[in-house]
Antibody
Framework: EVQLVESGGGLVQPGGSLRLSCSAP????????IHWVRQAPGKGPEYVAV????????LYADSVRGRFSISRDNSKNTLSLQMRSLRPEDTAVYYC????????????WGQGTGVIVSS | EIVMTQSPATLSVSPGERVTLACRAS??????LAWYQQIPGQAPSLLIY???SRATGIPARFSGSGSGTEFTLTINSLQSEDFAIYFC??????????FGQGTKLEIK
């Protein structure tokens, strides 16, 4: 069964760091584009970042650019989101999501991992 | 950034009814518009892409229409499992691929 599995969430103090991981068992990682989307409590989803298939081109939402970085380990079929200088407004459930074909309609979502930024 | 506005925020309807949800983009997104359903406690799931194409396994009672800046999601003959939150998302313009704030369907 194809699926996406996130891990690494937790409670962190403002200014701290956290590294999220997304594994994709059942996929050949090179063949798909995985994005990160987050959802704060009671809010709509918010797009965070993507690493394009070339493995080099990363795009970030303005709200996280310069603080978050995305990377991929094809040998482990894992995508990582390194989050630094975390703020309370980064509190959310973070999902890794698969795009449908060449579009950015997301046809597969992981179960999400929760991040709470609080002192 | 393109702002997606959904209306209404909450809709109270009875099972068996037909309902139409609206989504407006602050500028044209062509037909690069998706709809998602989210049951509380779960991740969103794709219903519609390309403004009107149903995703795999989505029942025919769900239909999408529109282009440019105005879009609708219609659900015919509401079933109990359809009471959820619905989000629209544009994927025409980066940055970023923006979502609406959602419409909650609740049982009247």
């Amino acid at each position: 069964e194809v699926q996406l599995v996130e891990s690494g969430g937790g409670l962190v103090q403002p200014g701290g760091s956290l590294r999220l991981s997304c594994s994709a068992p059942g996929f050949t990682f090179n063949d798909i584009t995985i994005h990160w989307v987050r959802q704060a409590p009671g809010k709509g989803p918010e797009y965070v970042a993507v690493l394009r298939n070339d493995g080099h081109t990363a795009l970030y939402a303005d709200s996280v650019r310069g603080r978050f970085s995305i990377s991929r380990d094809n040998s482990k079929n894992t995508l990582s989101l390194q989050m630094r200088s975390l703020r309370p407004e980064d509190t959310a459930v973070y999902y890794c999501v698969k795009a449908r074909g060449n579009s950015a309609a997301f046809d597969l979502w992981g179960q999400g991992t929760g991040v709470i930024v609080s002192s | 950034e393109i702002v997606m506005t959904q209306s209404p925020a909450t809709l109270s309807v009875s099972p068996g009814e037909r309902v139409t949800l609206a989504c407006r983009a602050s500028q044209s997104v062509g037909r690069n518009l998706a709809w998602y359903q989210q049951i509380p406690g779960q991740a969103p799931s794709l219903l519609i892409y390309g403004a009107s194409s149903r995703a795999t396994g989505i029942p025919a009672r769900f239909s999408g229409s529109g282009s440019g800046t105005e879009f609708t999601l219609t659900i015919n003959s509401l079933q109990s499992e359809d009471f959820a939150i619905y989000f629209c998302q544009q994927y025409n313009n980066w940055p970023p691929y923006s979502f609406g704030q959602g419409t909650k369907l609740e049982i009247k």
